[in-house]
């Protein structure tokens, strides 16, 4: 596609379930971060991909966060037994190289508004 | 640790307008900084990326200055219109680090 695309746009579900966000990259985009914007609290970094390889996972708020990417293209964020405080828009964006060491900008998604009832 | 503050937190001028939108951070070892634009229910648009090296960049009606040292970067939009509606966010990366760190955002309204 011509953009970052994240489904689904819009997630409601109860507290204690699991649940599983997507993100397919603009094409040929080796590296993929996931953000999180809270009401308040602005945006957060979470994690980053290098292909399929993530180096530094420091960012995810608790080990109940995990992400991955395969084939280098479509990566997913799956939160589990998600808490209220997990309610938030989650982003994700891509870019040709490792942006920050390339001068390159992050293209963003739409994002998805996850909302834990 | 990195913060990014922006001033105002929101902003409302009359169509026509010019505006200024400040960004500060507090540690000036920074390997660039990008604005960005994000509309109400949508991801971000990135404006412009100023280099650590550079002093601005210009885009149409944008212009962005950064002055390292001081730890300042303003947005200046020239002849505001109302699709300049939206929030603008300010985001440093740090010297070696992948890691975007963002302000709160401005919110600007333009009114027509």
């Known amino acids: 596609g011509a953009g970052v695309s994240q489904s689904p746009s819009n997630k409601v579900t109860e507290k204690g379930k699991d649940v599983e966000l997507r993100c397919d990259p603009i094409s040929g985009h080796t590296a993929l971060y996931w953000y999180r914007q809270s009401l308040g609290q602005g945006l957060e970094f979470l994690i980053y991909f290098q292909g399929n390889s993530a180096p530094d996972k420091s960012g995810l708020p608790s080990d109940r966060f995990s992400a991955e990417r395969t084939g280098g293209s479509v990566s997913t964020l799956t939160i589990q037994r998600t808490q209220q405080e997990d309610s938030a828009v989650y982003l994700c964006?891509?870019?040709?190289?490792?942006?920050?060491?390339?001068?390159?900008?992050?293209?963003f998604g739409d994002g998805t508004r996850l909302s834990i009832l | 640790k990195q913060e990014v503050t922006q001033i105002p937190a929101a902003l409302s001028v009359p169509e026509g307008e010019n505006l200024v939108l400040n960004c500060s951070f507090t540690d000036s070892a920074i390997y660039n900084l990008q604005w960005f634009r994000q509309d109400p229910g949508k991801g971000l648009t990135s404006l412009l990326l100023i280099q650590s090296s550079q002093r601005e960049q210009t885009s149409g009606r944008l212009n962005a200055s950064l002055d390292k040292s001081s730890g300042r970067s303003t947005l200046y939009i020239a002849a505001s219109q109302p699709g300049d509606s939206a929030t603008y966010l300010c985001?440093?990366?740090?010297?070696?680090?992948?890691?975007?760190?963002f302000g709160k955002g401005t919110k600007l309204s333009v009114i027509p």
């Open positions: 985001a440093v990366s740090g010297a070696g680090s992948y890691q975007l760190t």
């Open positions: 964006a891509s870019s040709h190289t490792l942006a920050l060491l390339s001068n390159q900008p992050q293209h």
